[in-house]
């Protein structure tokens, strides 16, 4: 089986590297392009990746893939340093799960997404934890019913909104077993509902990783640079002091208020037209209710 999966990670390497702009622009993220993409044209134009940003917005979908497939031409041979993984949406979870199912090493697979990035492909890896995330091949240790458990419970961890990586990590080191072994256990918890039971067992891993000045890297959680970048400028701090008050609030179980503080931040940047409009609705509706509303009758004494 190890074999396979192998075979399947060189098939996807040999995919990028073969045909590597015939995915130029299969990204699936929710945007047309990506912040790497930006990246790639800032560094092709010699611009700011806010200008590069700026300007993906406002040119023709043609003009800007022919710029794109010029750019990585250009920069390929170059050491860009640029579509790095812990700039991407993809989550330390996701390398794992990649890694555990490909039979390959996290850094490998860092790579791999990096360069899939790069190249604007980065939808095959998408399809590729799609697959691994409902089952298919999604192997986890032990056999039949224990390792449909398992699956079932790391799923659990992998689709929960209030627990990351770090989490596990830091379980796993306290109680010394493998952060698989921990995010299943994280996962059992959910699946049971005793939250409250796993937040006692996390306080206490918590706890210990201070003592031992352990904490969350901003890496290990599930927000994005461009999350990092949204909060620097509603903290009015830099990028880099985001992203380290983000690894700080993920170390003490802070998720939420995170996500928290990003809704606050789009909420602030949302265009005044937008409160403005909303007012307008409001008084609309108090005018066509006034209108509806029948008038008393009058007394005919």
């Known amino acids: 089986?190890?074999?396979?999966?192998?075979?399947?990670?060189?098939?996807?390497?040999?995919?990028?590297?073969?045909?590597?702009?015939?995915?130029?622009?299969?990204?699936?993220?929710?945007?047309?392009?990506?912040?790497?993409?930006?990246?790639?044209?800032a560094k092709h134009w010699k611009k700011s990746v806010k200008e590069a940003k700026a300007k993906l917005a406002e040119t023709d979908r043609a003009a800007v893939e022919k710029a794109l497939n010029d750019a990585r031409g250009t920069i390929n041979n170059e050491k860009r340093e640029i579509c790095l993984f812990h700039e991407s949406r993809f989550s330390y979870d996701d390398a794992e799960a990649l890694a555990s199912a490909w039979g390959i090493g996290v850094s490998e697979v860092k790579a791999t997404i990096e360069s899939k990035l790069f190249w604007g492909s980065s939808s095959i890896i998408d399809d590729e934890l799609a697959r691994i995330r409902s089952g298919e091949g999604f192997e986890g240790e032990g056999e039949g019913a224990e390792n449909d458990v398992n699956e079932a419970a790391a799923n659990a961890f992998f689709e929960s909104k209030d627990y990351n990586y770090c989490d596990a990590r830091l379980?796993?080191?306290?109680?010394?077993?493998?952060?698989?072994?921990?995010?299943?256990?994280?996962?059992?918890?959910?699946?049971?509902?005793?939250?409250?039971?796993?937040?006692?067992?996390?306080?206490?891993?918590?706890?210990?990783?201070?003592?031992?000045?352990?904490?969350?890297?901003?890496?290990?959680?599930?927000?994005?640079?461009?999350?990092?970048?949204?909060?620097?400028?509603?903290?009015?701090?830099?990028?880099?002091?985001?992203?380290?008050?983000?690894?700080?609030?993920?170390?003490?179980?802070?998720?939420?208020?995170?996500?928290?503080a990003l809704d606050y931040a789009r909420e602030s940047t949302k265009p005044e037209k937008t409160k403005v409009d909303?007012?307008?609705?409001?008084?609309?509706a108090k005018k066509i209710e006034k209108k509806n509303t029948p008038k008393p009758k009058t007394s005919t004494f």
């Not at 060189?10 to 299969?26: H, S």
């Not at 909303?278 to 609309?284: G, P, S």
Request: hydrophobic share 45%; with cysteine.
């Open 278 to 284: 909303k007012t307008k609705k409001v008084e609309k």
């Open 1 to 41: 089986m190890k074999k396979i999966r192998q075979r399947l990670f060189v098939a996807l390497t040999a995919l990028q590297l073969v045909g590597a702009p015939a995915f130029a622009f299969a990204d699936s993220g929710t945007a047309a392009y990506t912040y790497c993409d930006a990246q790639v044209l």
């Open 171 to 260: 379980l796993a080191a306290h109680w010394q077993i493998a952060t698989w072994d921990a995010k299943v256990t994280i996962g059992q918890k959910i699946i049971w509902d005793s939250t409250q039971g796993l937040e006692v067992m996390l306080g206490e891993a918590r706890e210990a990783a201070a003592s031992r000045q352990d904490k969350c890297e901003f890496y290990e959680g599930p927000f994005t640079f461009e999350d990092a970048q949204l909060l620097a400028k509603s903290w009015d701090i830099s990028v880099a002091e985001a992203k380290a008050t983000i690894g700080n609030k993920l170390t003490w179980g802070g998720n939420k208020a995170v996500r928290s």
